[in-house]
């Protein structure tokens, strides 16, 4: 992809006219109007809300980077075996070696669906990733004046599977589900799903309490437009997920939990992969001229943290026009993600 600019510089990229082209926001104020360039790929995004021809050039733009994970053979066979074994896989690394971007690699190799996905942080609440019941929506619709015959919508319209309890729904294939950053998380949340990742169920005692002759309920998922049927108020999965647990290593879990999962670190990519990685995503003419980029990437990296994602905007930025030296704005792209740096 080429930058898009007001004008062609006759000089070439990287020449000082270009340099003021690839600069939209110049700070004078002064109104202008100019194409604003294509984003990376990795930064593109897809509206779920319709489904036309720019939508699936997004979803097959975002298909297309996580179609380029790049990942070593002993790390594939673990996560080989916790497919084979259904078990949660607990990825460990530093920020930026792929912990996340490894469910979406893992759900589109094996073609099974958007990824599921639950944040963690201080707040989190197994109840909330397992469902949400909104009882003062349906007590308000409860109170509206309707006609002889209209009951209003239904309990199901007020209850909403979370990214955990939809992937519990009986499938005939699992879905993979990722739980971001586990280790922010409340001390108690890892047993808290241990015990749903064990039993393979949960229950809705919302749901649970209706009479036999609704012991069947359309509720809403996680999943855009989509109901899934709950009976007897039991979630019960008949594929179990593949799950991606991550965590930062900000603290230890459980050994009953650490015992259940299988244990995968991702290592900071050497410059081999880092140059299979650049290839991958922005194809080899963007790596044939980025050599001095990885270069510059490794050597500080050696003092302070950066994300490989760090690298490949340096590297989108020089493909579309701008230089990038290590006492400009090279500086800035690869800035350390340590707290000391």
């Known amino acids: ?9 006759p000089e070439g990229p990287g ?22 360039p294509e984003a990376p790929p990795w930064r593109r995004f897809a509206n779920p809300e319709h489904d036309d021809t720019e939508g699936e050039a997004t979803r097959s733009n975002a298909a297309q980077s996580r179609a380029h994970y ?24 530093h920020p930026g070696t792929g912990k996340s971007s490894l469910a979406a690699a893992i759900a589109h190799e094996l073609d099974l669906g958007p990824v599921l996905r639950w944040p963690v942080n201080s707040r989190s609440t197994l109840q909330d990733a397992l469902y949400r019941y909104d009882a003062i929506g349906r007590l308000q619709e409860g109170n509206l004046e309707r006609g002889p015959g209209d009951l209003g919508p239904g309990i199901g319209s007020f209850l909403r ?22 280790d922010k998380g409340d001390i108690d949340l890892p047993n808290d799903l241990l015990t749903v990742f064990e039993e393979g169920t949960f229950e809705i005692p919302e749901l ?87 270069m510059a990437f490794l050597a500080q990296r050696t003092v302070g943290e950066l994300a490989t994602d760090q690298l490949l905007n340096a590297v989108f930025l020089r493909r579309g026009g701008v230089r990038l030296d290590a006492d400009g704005l090279l500086k800035t792209v690869l800035h350390r993600l340590n707290a000391d740096g």
Not at 1 to 9: I, L, V, W, Y
Not at 70 to 82: H, K, L, Q
Not at 166 to 172: G, I, L, Q, W
């Open 15 to 36: 020449s000082p006219a270009d340099q003021e082209n690839w600069q939209l926001f110049r700070g004078n104020g002064q109104r202008r109007t100019v194409p604003i």
């Open 1 to 9: 992809m080429t930058q898009q600019t007001e004008t062609e510089s």
């Open 70 to 93: 790049v990942i070593g053979r002993e790390e594939t066979d673990v996560v080989n075996a916790a497919i084979h074994l259904r078990r949660p896989l607990l990825v460990t690394g």
């Open 208 to 294: 649970s309490r209706l009479p036999e002759d609704r012991a069947e309920v359309d509720v809403l998922t996680a999943d855009p437009h989509r109901t899934a049927k709950v009976r007897r108020g039991m979630v019960r999965c008949t594929e179990f997920p593949l799950v991606v647990i991550t965590s930062n290593g900000e603290r230890d879990f459980p050994p009953a939990f650490r015992r259940r999962c299988l244990p995968l670190h991702l290592g900071d990519p050497d410059e081999a992969r880092l140059r299979e990685i650049v290839e991958g995503h922005l194809g080899p003419e963007a790596l044939a001229d980025a050599g001095d980029l990885v």
């Open 161 to 182: 599977l979370g990214p955990v309890g939809t992937a519990f729904v009986a499938e005939e294939r699992p879905r993979v589900l990722l739980v971001d950053e586990l």
